[in-house]
């Protein structure tokens, strides 16, 4: 019983770690499924968490926090937008930019409003805070043997940014394979031109597909600083931008894909941190800082192909020049 309440724990964590990088990998898939390569999912992630805990300090309301992070994510798509659709620049060096520009600014920031070496203040339970909700009855059931564990530790007890997040799973592959929207959006990601030549824009689809991005970064990032964590750190994201982009490269651009992937990164994050400095009988201990290192390396060989050709939207990454 003990080895299956461990393996309960380590599911909640693997739950609760995957959420920030499913988020961000949906993110990346409506902006690269309309043909706009976005490597700023870092930034964006890390400015929403910014914006969400300071908000939420200031204000005292997890709401206003959420609606901050949101709204600063947005701008920075937006931002990405300008420079890649509307000027037609290249799509890596404005994410790049948009990373730089947020590690940068939210320390900045942080130092000048709340003079606590780039953090925001800790946020409390006084409402500035997502709490865990507690589905019905399980305090009642969770002395029910297996059931009772999954239930009320594995299902339950989670924040409302968790459910929305897996929820955000099934309602992606409907946008995209069940309605117009979606048809024109991945259309516009493998022929921008056949889509013009429909009288639909092409440059007003593209900015749709980066607004949707910044709303899911927001959402990342403020289950980061509002949810997860109480409070914003210096660099809270720790490159969960970039594994998500390698975890949507390894779904081969679906969503339900991507949620099986974002599961498979925060299982090794969790055992990662359950299993940190673990020691083999008779042989030697396991490095803290390898465990630490699992979800980079599978990174690195997912990445160098171990999961066969991935092949992206093919108008990705590639400015539309409208033919006259």
């Given at each position: ?247 949507l490269i390894f779904a081969k ?16 994050d969790a055992i990662a ?52």
């Open positions: 019983m003990e080895a299956f309440n461990t393996i309960i724990l380590i599911l909640d964590s693997t739950v609760r770690l995957s959420v920030p990088l499913l988020l961000a990998c949906l993110a990346g898939l409506y902006s690269e499924r309309a043909g706009v390569f976005d490597i700023g999912l870092e930034g964006k992630m890390l400015a929403g968490a910014f914006a969400g805990a300071a908000a939420a300090s200031v204000y005292g309301s997890a709401w206003i926090g959420l609606v901050a992070a949101i709204l600063v994510s947005i701008a920075l798509s937006l931002v990405h937008g300008f420079a890649s659709i509307t000027h037609r620049g290249n799509q890596i060096v404005s994410g790049v930019a948009i990373n730089f520009i947020a590690a940068g600014s939210t320390i900045i920031l942080g130092q000048a409003w709340f003079r606590q070496g780039g953090r925001t203040p800790p946020l409390g339970s006084d409402g500035s805070r997502f709490e865990t909700i507690n589905l019905p009855f399980a305090d009642s059931i969770s002395g029910i043997p297996v059931l009772g564990p999954i239930y009320s530790e594995l299902l339950s007890g989670h924040s409302i940014l968790v459910y929305v997040a897996f929820a955000a799973v099934p309602l992606t592959w409907w946008v995209l394979f069940r309605t117009r929207f979606g048809l024109r959006l991945r259309a516009v990601g493998e022929n921008p031109a056949a889509v013009d030549t429909a009288g639909i824009s092409v440059v007003w689809l593209r900015y749709r597909a980066v607004i949707c991005c910044g709303i899911l970064c927001g959402l990342a990032g403020a289950y980061l600083s509002v949810a997860q964590n109480a409070g914003f750190v210096k660099d809270m994201t720790a490159g969960k931008g970039f594994i998500a982009l390698a975890a651009w679906k969503p339900i894909n991507a949620m099986y992937a974002c599961l498979l990164f925060g299982f090794l941190i359950r299993f940190s400095g673990i020691k083999i009988p008779g042989l030697f201990e396991i490095p803290a800082q390898f465990m630490q290192a699992l979800p980079y390396i599978l990174t690195v060989i997912l990445l160098a192909g171990f999961i066969g050709k991935a092949i992206p939207p093919k108008a990705g990454g590639q400015p539309y020049v409208k033919e006259r």
